[in-house]
């Protein structure tokens, strides 16, 4: 029997299992053993700066927040990959809407120290403003500050000056923990106005240092973490502390180092990228591993997942070692992978959850390290771009059911499920103590679609019931939940949420699209069924109502009477029409909404719900709210509503999607080369003498050489130029530059202002790349003569390296090493020059050392009326730097996000590459022959999507073949009506 939009009355069946269970709940046939830790208590809600003192802390199962049981759901956003604060609301409330009630955070130190003893925490470095958006948003925050966080930034994070600094990072070094406590004491003055214990913030957790891994079993390591320990609880920071171990190894667990006696407050936390061609590991706190980890290292501290790969990065293209780009990772990391590895990672006791990376955004300027390009998109499930993309699906429905339903915050392990039919499917099975519920994860590992047959028990004896696991996929099962009033027998949807919405109860469950569901409710007597949308069957028998439907778009079913007054309307959603619902709790109740592609926020003033949110199409709109709401007003405007039958209100008028978009055609451009540095002539006396004898660096200083590695000298980021004077070099037939870079790097050469020619680092492959071995020698033929000569030397060094093994590798040289003639042996006297004073506003990764960049050619407003008119594309012939600049205006609607980006493109045999500022903004590197990045996000706030920008474009050729620019055109990455508003970041040009 098919049932649409009429009553159905239930036709009672046998009492087969023989028992009566009311639709309220009741005696439970396979209630779980009595708890060992405090009882659950229901999760507090949505957290905030609310003014009032909190408890946070935890036992084996979870985090306690204030009493409550709360798994930490948590996505990892970069306030520094996206620089401008006006977005970080816009990615929060993206997170927040689909599901998350976390954000861990690393802080970069390299991002707010441009030399020792200075701290900047203002405009796009406002971490103030950033925890207390956080806050507003309703999102708990994991706060990590390093020092040293990898992070595949420059140096993992650690400033440019340190690399030139004495003693060992990441040990007890004194000379060290004296900048790290320079580091600490700034941050977290910032850090405790934020902690959710004291009301006045969200931060429930912070992580000491990352990843450290290799002095472990040393007095040098525990000393420096005890340290660590100490300063940052000295400092006032009062919730419980852990670190990210390096893989499940048990490094670092509860007492394996000083904390002052507080064993209580630290946790064992680690980190995992698994490769998603291989089975999912059980790692978390039932897994398996002796001594290594998990519950075994940490028996009385939840299963935390410090960061899970959500994606990964990319590198350069190139032949040995090619970055894909990051559809790739987004490929083959997609929503299935995360279905398969994140409800593993459930099964395994995982109560903490933090997937690296939710949003990825920009390692815009110098920041990226040298294995990572600009784009830090990282295949993420939120693009860089801000936009959704089909991996917030599992997200969005695994984020809500955890915050839906409590007894998923603590489960013991039971028996495996025994599964029939299903070959290659590894069943998991967990009970929640002192509750009904249990849990079953079916994971399939084959390519095949299977059908399994597992035996369900709600409170019941177990029932077997086909279920439909997709190949390479899993699905999480519930049985014995409440959804309100009623009691859930089982289902073989996986369930996504349960809300209190007004009169009523709504459940909603969800899976593929077509797949056959089974959802069977305890009902006591036989209640009233009405299927209002879709096509569903009911039964009811046995003590419990049977609804089987096939999914597709939204199939409600609303149960009324069988014992219980409120009803219950069951929601069965496929994937797609899953992410078009939206639950947001308020102080006066849950609102669900149905219909747009995102909500952001939910008030309720009396009668009214106000809600904000985005549209793309035009999108219905649907509302579940409490008692006494008739009107809501969606972005300001009023909309009518009508009462449906499913108890919600339903607009009578679409909502808008959003206009279109007009991007102009940049044209306009103006060239100007310089270089000047490479002629004889050029006045170097300001630049400083390169004349030391001695370095912190890890690379030697070849013998006979002055030290020419460019941090030595206050040089930390970007091109750096030397200039070098001799005499007595008759007889010379070549010179050669040894130089080290970060990978992609290069050297150019002039003798006397003719070019020696270009030399490009060479690929490393994927076993080198994290090691930084990037050094190289540049040979050229010369024959000049006695003198005097000059040499002049453009390096691109790329960036440092990170620390990840904790041996200094960041303290690499970086620059020229040494350079010696064949044939003569004249005596060089060099002067180095690398970047001018960081820029006070964008900061010190923004500019390396180009003549153009120290005379201010990127920045908005500077006279380039004398410069040449061009146009693009050009096939310009020669080795150095040459500029474009152009100016261009946009004029998106006010009511529009606009997420727009600037793409270049050429024949991939050209050698160039090119440094993108926007307003002034280093928005990345382009290298037109290595890839595979070719669209570059232009953040708006940055972008004036209302007003007038400047491009500036630094092309550096090595003058083998033709260089561009090709074609430079802004692209539209995404649009949306909607979106937050956004203020202009402070975008200065040559005056101030
Ligand atoms: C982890 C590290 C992160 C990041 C990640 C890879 O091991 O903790 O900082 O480097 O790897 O993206």
Request: hydrophobic letters at 35%; charged letters at 20%; one cysteine or more.
């Amino acid at each position: 029997m098919v049932l649409s939009r009429r009553t159905f009355s239930a036709i009672a069946g046998s009492a087969a299992l023989g028992l009566s269970i009311g639709c309220g709940g009741g005696v439970g046939a396979a209630a779980g053993p009595a708890p060992t830790g405090p009882a659950p208590g229901p999760d507090p809600g949505p957290p905030g700066a609310d003014g009032r003192t909190h408890t946070v802390g935890f036992d084996k199962y979870s985090m306690i927040v204030d009493g409550g049981r709360v798994v930490l759901w948590s996505g990892e956003v970069h306030p520094f990959r996206l620089p401008s604060p006006s977005l970080w609301r816009d990615v929060l409330q993206k997170l927040r809407a689909h599901g998350y009630n976390t954000i861990s955070v690393y802080v970069s130190w390299n991002y707010h120290s441009p030399a020792p003893g200075s701290y900047d925490f203002t405009g796009v470095r406002d971490l103030d403003l950033f925890l207390r958006t956080a806050a507003e948003t309703g999102l708990y925050v994991i706060l990590r500050p390093g020092p040293y966080i990898n992070a595949e930034v420059d140096a993992g994070g650690f400033p440019g000056w340190l690399t030139a600094t004495r003693g060992m990072a990441r040990t007890s070094d004194p000379t060290y923990l004296t900048y790290v406590d320079e580091w600490l004491t700034a941050v977290n003055r910032i850090a405790v106005r934020h902690l959710y214990t004291k009301g006045t913030g969200t931060i429930v957790l912070y992580q000491l240092e990352n990843e450290y891994a290799n002095h472990v079993a040393g007095p040098e390591g525990r000393d420096y973490m005890a340290h660590l320990y100490k300063k940052v609880r000295a400092d006032g920071i009062d919730v419980p502390l852990f670190h990210n171990d390096k893989g499940r190894n048990g490094h670092w667990a509860p007492g394996t180092f000083d904390t002052g006696g507080e064993r209580e407050r630290w946790l064992y936390g680690f980190d995992g990228y698994p490769s998603p061609s291989k089975q999912p590991p059980d790692w978390g706190y039932f897994g398996v591993g002796g001594t290594k980890g998990g519950a075994s290292a940490s028996p009385r501290t939840p299963g935390f997942l410090a960061e899970f790969g959500g994606g990964w990065f990319d590198p350069w293209g190139g032949v040995e070692f090619d970055g894909k780009g990051y559809a790739e990772s987004r490929r083959t990391r997609d929503a299935a992978y995360e279905r398969r590895f994140y409800l593993t990672n459930l099964a395994n006791g995982i109560k903490v959850h933090n997937v690296y990376m939710t949003f990825g955004g920009t390692s815009w300027g110098w920041l990226p390290a040298p294995v990572v390009y600009t784009s830090y998109d990282y295949g993420a499930a939120l693009d860089e771009a801000r936009q959704p993309t089909a991996k917030l699906v599992p997200m969005h429905q695994i984020g809500h059911l955890v915050r839906s339903v409590p007894e998923l915050a603590a489960l013991d392990r039971a028996e495996d499920t025994v599964v029939g039919g299903g070959a290659g499917i590894k069943a998991y099975h967990l009970v929640s103590p002192g509750t009904e519920a249990h849990v079953h994860v079916l994971r399939n590992d084959t390519a095949a679609d299977v059908v399994a047959t597992v035996p369900l028990a709600g409170t019941t004896a177990p029932v077997p019931v086909p279920v439909p696991v997709p190949g390479r996929d899993a699905r999480l099962l519930v049985t014995g939940i409440s959804l309100g009033r009623r009691m859930l027998r089982y289902s073989t949807a996986q369930p996504m949420l349960r809300v209190a919405a007004g009169r009523q109860d709504v459940a909603v469950f969800t899976g593929r699209t077509g797949e056959a569901t089974e959802t069977v409710v305890e009902c006591a007597s036989e209640p009233a069924v009405t299927v209002h949308d879709g096509s569903a069957r009911a039964t009811y028998a046995n003590g419990a109502l049977r609804v089987t439907a096939r999914l597709g778009g939204l199939t409600r079913v609303m149960v009324e009477g069988g014992g219980v007054s409120r009803p219950l309307l069951l929601l069965l959603a496929d994937d797609e029409t899953s992410v078009r619902l939206w639950r947001y709790d308020t102080p006066s109740g849950s609102v669900l909404v149905y219909g747009p592609a995102l909500l952001r926020t939910a008030t309720l003033h009396g009668t009214t719900a106000h809600l904000t949110g985005d549209t793309i199409d035009e999108a219905d709109l649907e509302v579940w709210a409490p008692r006494g709401v008739t009107r809501v007003v969606w972005n300001e405007g009023r909309l009518p509503m009508r009462a449906t039958l499913s108890g919600s209100l339903h607009a009578t008028r679409r909502l808008p999607g959003a206009g279109p978009v007009r991007l102009p055609a940049l044209t306009g451009w103006r060239r100007k080369a310089e270089n000047p540095e490479s002629a004889p002539g050029f006045d170097d006396s300001t630049w400083r003498a390169a004349d030391r004898t001695s370095s912190y660096s890890t690379t030697p200083v070849p013998a006979g050489q002055p030290v020419l590695f460019a941090d030595d000298y206050g040089f930390h980021y970007g091109d750096v130029w030397y200039r070098g004077r001799f005499a007595g070099a008759a007889g010379a037939r070549s010179v050669s530059f040894s130089y080290v870079t970060g990978t992609q790097g290069l050297l150019m050469a002039w003798l006397d202002g003719r070019p020696l020619g270009t030399h490009r680092m060479p690929v490393p492959d994927k076993k080198t790349v994290r090691r930084g071995t990037w050094s190289a020698t540049a040979t050229f033929p010369v024959a000049p003569g006695e003198g005097p000569h000059v040499l002049s030397v453009l390096v691109r060094r790329m960036q440092h390296d990170e620390d990840g093994r904790a041996n200094d590798s960041h303290k690499a040289g970086r620059g020229l090493a040494s350079v010696t003639f064949d044939g003569a042996s004249p005596q060089v006297r060099w002067r180095i020059q690398g970047e001018a004073a960081p820029d006070p506003v964008r900061g010190p990764l923004n500019n390396g050392g180009l003549y153009g960049e120290r005379q201010g050619w990127h920045l908005p407003g500077i006279p380039d009326g004398g410069w040449q008119s061009v146009g693009l594309p050009r096939a310009d012939r020669g080795q150095g730097v040459v500029w474009y600049r152009t100016d261009f205006r946009l004029t998106v609607d006010p009511g529009t996000d606009a997420s727009i980006g600037l793409t270049l493109d050429d024949d991939p045999a050209r050698a160039y590459r090119v440094q993108i500022f926007l307003n002034g903004w280093n928005m990345g590197q382009y290298i037109n022959d290595v890839g595979p990045q070719h669209t570059f996000v232009l953040p708006g706030g940055v972008l004036d999507t209302r007003g007038a920008n400047t491009l500036a474009l630094a092309v550096l050729a090595d003058g083998t073949t033709p260089a561009g620019p090709g074609k430079v055109e802004l692209t539209l990455l995404g649009r949306a009506a909607g979106g937050v508003p956004v203020t202009l970041v402070d975008s200065p040009g040559p005056t101030r």
